[in-house]
């Protein structure tokens, strides 16, 4: 016996593989699109929200039909009676 080792036992070996380099399997496409998607989605809640969020302008909210209604009191009474339909 030399060092506390045993001569007759055989050492295992490391089976080593040819190098495949940096090629991208199918999983990795995948997980790059899930990615891709994802960021998608994040921006267009994002700027959905953003939308929807600024206030309106003065100008749209107000048509231009009701701008006569200050002027005549008979044609607020007439439009609210096609409203109720009488």
């Given at each position: 016996?030399?060092n506390?080792q045993?001569?007759?036992e055989?050492?295992?070996?490391?089976a080593?593989?040819?190098f495949r380099g940096?090629?991208?399997t199918?999983?990795?496409?995948?997980v790059i699109?899930?990615?891709?998607?994802?960021f998608?989605?994040?921006?267009d809640?994002?700027?959905?929200?953003?939308?929807?969020s600024?206030?309106?302008?003065?100008a749209?909210?107000?048509?231009?039909q009701?701008s006569?209604?200050?002027?005549d009191?008979?044609?607020?009474?007439?439009?609210?009676?096609?409203?109720?339909?009488?």
């Amino acid at each position: 016996m030399e060092n506390g080792q045993n001569k007759s036992e055989q050492k295992s070996v490391a089976a080593v593989g040819k190098f495949r380099g940096n090629r991208l399997t199918w999983i990795d496409y995948l997980v790059i699109a899930a990615t891709i998607l994802t960021f998608a989605v994040v921006v267009d809640a994002t700027l959905a929200r953003a939308k929807a969020s600024t206030p309106p302008k003065p100008a749209s909210m107000v048509p231009a039909q009701m701008s006569q209604l200050p002027d005549d009191p008979g044609l607020i009474k007439a439009r609210v009676r096609l409203a109720a339909g009488l």
